[in-house]
């Protein structure tokens, strides 16, 4: 880890956006190369979520979280996805179990002696008076017999979220916990890619979309009007919106390029991300 003093309350600060400009900018340079400060950002960033969803923080904190660390689409998003996971979690716990832990007897029943004795008759007679009273049944009465009907399976499309976001980092960064998949249904209309770059901002940006593992790397879709957004706390993002009629449920990977003028472009990295459709749960959440 590098010679800069870190602890809890400094993360907590950058995240707040309480921590100056001079600082924020030389953590934000180590935690790109220091996995050490990665991870504890991680860390603390996972802790002041937890506080906030369980009412710990105090009234500022609380105001500063909502007012600034909840402005981030990816962050914002993170937030929701722990207190979906939260309420599951707390539902799951208070689900009565569906036996008494006394159901049974604790001791075995006493038998006769003469069940001791005739155990094997009795035993034979109870299964031949079962199997002809059985086909009996079956011989008299045919017509009451219910076959199963096939089900049908339904095929209505789930909704889903009309707007996706996505928050992506190099492939060749570590890019833990992040959501990496949009979840697109018949209702969504654009999936929002959120591209993490260098602190180095181009004029503009080349944006191309692949299926990601295809070996002639055909492109799906391409963009050549992006630009970067600085935020008070955090690196530069490109914001690329994409059509969801336009994707599939594919494994996709983006490309993006810095454009100068007068100059070759530049390339900036690859971002994965997959497309599926909607479960059942995300999609009776979002009605």
Known sequence: MSDFSYNSELFTNYLLGRLPEPDCERLEENYFCDNEVFLALLDAKDQLISDYLNEKLQPEDRKRFEQHFLTSPGRKQEVEFAAS???????????????????????????????????????????????????????????????????????????????????????????????????????????????????????????????RDNEKEEEVLSSDSLHATKSESGPPMVIWKLQADKLQVQDYRARLNGISQGSAPIHIGYYDFEVRPPSQENSSQSK
């Open 85 to 211: 996971f939260r309420h599951s979690s707390l539902k799951t716990r208070r689900e009565p179990t569906l036996f008494a832990s006394k159901t049974w007897p604790s001791q075995p029943l006493r038998t006769s002696g003469v069940w001791q004795t005739h155990k094997p008759l009795i035993c034979v007679g109870v299964v031949i008076l079962l199997f002809v009273s059985g086909f009996m049944a079956i011989w008299l009465r045919p017509n009451s017999l219910v076959l199963p009907q096939p089900v049908e399976q339904s095929t209505t499309a789930l909704p889903g979220l009309a707007t996706i976001s996505l928050s992506l980092r190099p492939t060749s960064l570590r890019s833990s916990k992040r959501n990496t998949t949009a979840e697109v249904g018949s209702e969504t209309k654009t999936v929002e890619l959120y591209l993490e770059v260098s602190k180095e901002i181009f004029p503009s940006y080349q944006g191309s979309l692949y299926i």
